[in-house]
């Protein structure tokens, strides 16, 4: 593994205590008292911490996936902000499709969501799928367009409908005979906390449409390993990862905490557990219900100390959460960032 050294501590020790004496000599004259003395010994130890950067794998892959549960979008790179992952207009699941109770429609129930391909045109949101002409949605949608409270997971969260003509596109697509509409989340809507559902999340972290979190990861080598215990292989896009990562052994993305990558820094906060949409075949669309699902229940549950967190629900990849924005690409090292 390859290392980079001394990364903090850039003020020296004689510097920082002065500093330290000042500061305290400051608090007392201002009759602050321990409060202050305390935040100042912080400060003190944080100038001094050291920070150690091992290289732990390399990005392999990046996906995003506009509308949630439809197919897809492999990048070369891409920025990450606060609620995840984005390229140009394009947000990770920031678009959602909604049953007439305005509850969240997954590829868990309608399958052949996974074959809708997405891209952007002009100020367009571009949907295309099997048989079907292409559906052109305005990036930004009227204001007259209603803002609904929709359902995620339990929790509510808002959605600005996409009009008429989405919907009668996305009904008459699944051959269904609900009505199903196309929400779009806008940035002065109030985003989901996904600690609301899970406490190893942390208070700053925010997700949209998302199942859990803005940001999961898998490695080439995990499903590498687990495909050997298969009798039929699956694909990376059976899991729907938005990083993947190579150059590690299998499952080393379950160990690590805190991540340096490209200009963004992110933290594990949980793995990933998995339901009966990795069944779903993503180059067809169809949904075998039983494998990898029951293969994954054989093999992957998590250690008995956590079966209070994750029951028997077995776990495949791992949550982050964003500590730092910045910009990834294909080939950046992935640092695990060691502190001394």
């Given at each position: 593994?390859?290392?980079?050294?001394?990364?903090?501590?850039?003020?020296?020790?004689?510097?920082?205590?002065?500093?330290?004496?000042?500061?305290?000599?400051?608090?007392?004259?201002?009759?602050?008292?321990?409060?202050?003395?305390?935040?100042?010994?912080?400060?003190?130890?944080?100038?001094?911490?050291?920070?150690?950067?091992?290289?732990?794998?390399?990005?392999?892959?990046?996906?995003?996936?506009?509308?949630?549960s439809?197919?897809?979008?492999?990048?070369?790179?891409?920025?990450?902000?606060e609620?995840?992952?984005?390229?140009?207009?394009?947000?990770?699941?920031?678009?959602?499709?909604?049953?007439?109770?305005?509850?969240?429609?997954?590829?868990?129930?309608?399958?052949t969501?996974?074959?809708?391909?997405?891209?952007?045109?002009?100020?367009?949101?571009?949907?295309?799928?099997?048989?079907?002409?292409e559906?052109?949605?305005?990036?930004?949608?009227?204001?007259?367009?209603?803002v609904?409270?929709?359902?995620?997971?339990?929790?509510?969260?808002?959605?600005?409908?996409?009009?008429?003509?989405?919907?009668?596109?996305?009904?008459?697509?699944?051959?269904?005979?609900?009505?199903?509409?196309?929400?779009?989340?806008?940035?002065?809507?109030?985003?989901?906390?996904?600690?609301?559902?899970?406490?190893l999340?942390?208070?700053?972290?925010?997700?949209?449409?998302?199942?859990?979190?803005?940001?999961?990861?898998?490695?080439?080598?995990?499903?590498?390993?687990?495909?050997?215990?298969?009798?039929?292989?699956?694909?990376?896009?059976?899991?729907?990862p938005?990083?993947?990562?190579?150059?590690?052994?299998?499952?080393?993305?379950?160990?690590?905490?805190?991540?340096?990558?490209?200009?963004?820094?992110?933290?594990?906060?949980?793995?990933?557990?998995?339901c009966?949409f990795?069944?779903?075949?993503?180059?067809?669309?169809?949904?075998?219900?039983?494998?990898p699902?029951?293969?994954?229940?054989?093999?992957?549950?998590?250690?008995?100390?956590?079966?209070?967190?994750?029951?028997?629900?077995?776990?495949f990849?791992?949550?982050?959460?964003?500590?730092?924005?910045?910009?990834?690409?294909?080939?950046?090292?992935?640092y695990?960032?060691?502190?001394?």
């Amino acid at each position: 593994m390859d290392r980079l050294s001394g990364l903090g501590g850039a003020m020296s020790t004689r510097r920082t205590a002065l500093t330290l004496a000042a500061g305290l000599g400051a608090v007392a004259g201002l009759g602050l008292g321990f409060l202050g003395a305390r935040r100042l010994w912080e400060m003190f130890r944080a100038s001094r911490e050291q920070h150690e950067l091992v290289k732990v794998a390399e990005i392999a892959r990046i996906f995003i996936y506009p509308v949630k549960s439809c197919k897809g979008i492999s990048l070369a790179e891409v920025e990450i902000y606060e609620l995840g992952l984005k390229k140009g207009p394009l947000k990770d699941r920031q678009w959602l499709i909604v049953d007439e109770k305005w509850h969240m429609i997954t590829g868990r129930v309608e399958p052949t969501l996974v074959l809708v391909t997405v891209s952007d045109e002009n100020g367009y949101l571009c949907l295309n799928a099997p048989d079907m002409e292409e559906l052109k949605v305005p990036l930004k949608l009227p204001k007259s367009n209603p803002v609904k409270m929709c359902r995620v997971w339990g929790r509510d969260i808002e959605g600005r409908d996409c009009g008429d003509e989405a919907a009668n596109w996305i009904s008459t697509y699944l051959k269904h005979s609900k009505a199903f509409r196309m929400v779009s989340y806008e940035p002065s809507m109030k985003p989901r906390y996904p600690k609301d559902k899970e406490p190893l999340f942390r208070d700053k972290d925010k997700t949209v449409y998302n199942d859990l979190s803005s940001c999961m990861m898998l490695s080439e080598a995990t499903v590498e390993d687990f495909n050997t215990k298969l009798e039929k292989k699956v694909k990376m896009e059976n899991f729907r990862p938005v990083l993947v990562v190579k150059d590690c052994k299998p499952y080393a993305e379950d160990t690590w905490k805190d991540l340096q990558i490209g200009t963004s820094k992110l933290c594990r906060t949980m793995s990933c557990t998995r339901c009966i949409f990795t069944t779903v075949n993503p180059d067809t669309g169809v949904i075998d219900r039983k494998e990898p699902l029951d293969t994954l229940k054989r093999l992957r549950q998590c250690d008995p100390a956590e079966k209070h967190i994750y029951k028997s629900v077995p776990i495949f990849g791992s949550h982050y959460g964003i500590d730092k924005p910045g910009v990834i690409r294909i080939g950046d090292p992935v640092y695990m960032v060691v502190k001394h």
